[in-house]
């Protein structure tokens, strides 16, 4: 199946559930073997509920993300350093599935692996699609503020790959972060979440739910087209009364930033707008 979806142009990565219930390491290899003939980018579900090896594995193809890693061991990390494959840490599914043995973090900050971090989007072991990951990263997994913020931007694009359908492959520097200019590219769906959004104009104020993701909120509000934020994270950094117009289909059409007030009649985002990708594993496939 796998290489007549390849030639339709249908598949931007392969992802592979290597554990004990599920495939085999040898089972795992013949799909990269398929991905690898074709240029196809690999990425693994890898080390959740046991050590099988599978992150070694997926380095030797390159892979683009090794995902879960709780029970990574120093080798893995290595293999992972020398290949340049993302560890896309879950604590979504660490917490769900009550998982007491955390992923090596230590050691993936030895070797300079890049962490990412995502939910998992599986409604069996993590039903989470919410940047409430990025806390539960800290709280869970003791990580620090900006690896988080790597986590969801910078090492997140990297986790996808080059792929020229989110634009996610150019980065910039400012302000002691790096993050993924694609994020608020042209065409791009996957961005921020405002935490409440708002009416700007107090006699019109409306509230929506919580915890939403931009995306949700451009494909459910595509009437407006336009949401506008006093902060807003951009590839130059933080910038001031920016707003954001997308198309009815909800791709991101314009970001406009230094306006100086905000438009008439455009939702307001209540907090501030960061830019990040809340599902890389392979539920999002
Ligand atoms: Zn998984």
């Not at 007491?100 to 962490?115: F, K, N």
């Not at 739910?209 to 931009?214: E, P, Y």
């Amino acid at each position: 199946m796998l290489p007549a979806l390849a030639d339709e142009g249908l598949v931007d990565a392969v992802d592979v559930f290597c554990e004990r219930i599920d495939f085999t390491l040898v089972q795992s290899e013949r799909v990269f073997e398929v991905a690898a003939k074709r240029g196809i980018g690999v990425k693994m579900h890898a080390e959740q509920l046991s050590n099988s090896g599978g992150a070694a594995l997926s380095a030797r193809y390159r892979a683009l993300s090794a995902d879960h890693l709780e029970y990574l061991d120093e080798a893995g990390v290595a293999a992972m350093n020398k290949a340049g494959t993302v560890a896309v840490l879950l604590p979504g599914a660490y917490y769900f599935i009550r998982e007491t043995q955390l992923p090596p973090l230590d050691l993936l900050r030895r070797y300079e692996v890049p962490i990412a971090i995502s939910t998992d989007s599986n409604p069996g072991t993590s039903p989470v699609t919410s940047l409430l990951m990025m806390n539960m990263a800290t709280t869970l997994f003791r990580m620090t503020v900006p690896e988080v913020l790597q986590g969801v931007t910078r090492h997140a694009a990297r986790a996808f790959g080059n792929s020229k359908r989110h634009g996610l492959a150019r980065r910039w520097t400012t302000g002691g972060f790096r993050g993924v200019a694609g994020a608020v590219d042209r065409g791009t769906r996957l961005l921020v979440r405002p935490s409440v959004v708002r009416a700007c104009r107090a006699r019109r104020r409306h509230r929506f739910r919580a915890q939403r993701a931009l995306s949700d909120y451009m494909t459910t509000h595509s009437s407006s087209q336009a949401l506008f934020a006093e902060h807003a994270w951009l590839p130059d950094g933080w910038r001031r009364n920016v707003l954001f117009e997308w198309s009815p289909d909800g791709a991101l059409q314009r970001v406009t930033p230094d306006l100086d007030h905000a438009p008439h009649d455009v939702p307001c985002a209540a907090g501030p707008l960061v830019p990040g990708m809340l599902n890389l594993h392979s539920h999002a496939f």
